[in-house]
């Protein structure tokens, strides 16, 4: 989620903030019966706002880290493969090679197979066949190719000289994009979390603050007449959905 967006659920707890200031200085006119309008529960609504804004906040930093982290390791990764690849290759015949070029493909995001074009792609669609992305590069799949990977090298002719390249330092960059796609997950489960709650508090239909906002100035507006000075005062007042 951009920095504007974050910024923009902050805009809207600032201008819920300002709605409340407003309609409380209308000498003690301000009084819906809808008790989700009254000034009491409009000022826990955004005590709750802020501290879910503050929570998000809070926990956004410690995701970035962490997907920062498994970027460059996966980076390392493609890096990685093609040398592998070579290496492999250079000590097995083509029908053993068979098998790792097709993982070193979905490892690289080509196709183990041309995509179906023509009469072919025609006929997949008129069957109702649904064909898979062309790239399986979810981090995901590709740790699982990479896992995969290690198997048919150790089942082939691979023993390379290069410390970097050798089955025992692959095994340990396993563990490292296992651990570090685990720490991605650990950090940002709980910021999902949060921002499901924040939609809850902020923009759930009806009860949500900016469904609530809209009410209170509808009320104003009844209360007071759309040309009053008190509904001049918050129809300005902009809310938007994130």
């Known amino acids: 989620m951009s920095k504007s967006i974050e910024s923009g659920h902050v805009n809207n707890v600032a201008t819920f903030r300002r709605l409340i200031a407003t309609s409380e200085s209308f000498d003690g006119k301000y009084n819906p019966s809808k008790e989700s309008l009254k000034i009491s529960s409009l000022k826990l609504m955004q005590i709750d706002s802020e501290k879910i804004n503050e929570e998000v906040d809070r926990l956004i930093p410690a995701s970035k880290t962490a997907s920062i982290a498994l970027e460059e390791v996966f980076t390392r990764l493609s890096s990685l ?142 209360a007071f007449g759309a040309g009053s000075p008190e509904y001049l005062s918050v129809a300005k007042l902009k809310f938007r959905r994130y």
């Open 81 to 222: 493969i093609p040398r592998v690849n070579n290496i492999f290759k250079s000590g097995n015949s083509k029908e053993v090679e068979e098998p790792v070029n097709a993982l070193v493909k979905k490892l690289q995001g080509r196709r183990a197979k041309p995509k179906p074009e023509g009469e072919e792609k025609k006929k997949m669609e008129e069957e109702g066949r649904i064909t898979k992305s062309a790239s399986r590069m979810g981090k995901d799949s590709r740790t699982e190719n990479f896992r995969q990977l290690i198997f048919l090298l150790e089942a082939g002719v691979y023993q390379p000289n290069e410390e970097e390249l050798k089955l025992e330092e692959l095994k340990k960059f396993l563990n490292e994009l296992e651990e570090k796609n685990a720490a991605l997950t650990a950090a940002a489960l709980p910021l999902m979390n949060a921002r499901i709650r924040r939609n809850e508090i902020m923009y759930k239909d009806g009860t949500g603050l900016v469904d609530v906002a809209g009410d209170v100035k509808t009320y104003i507006k009844g």
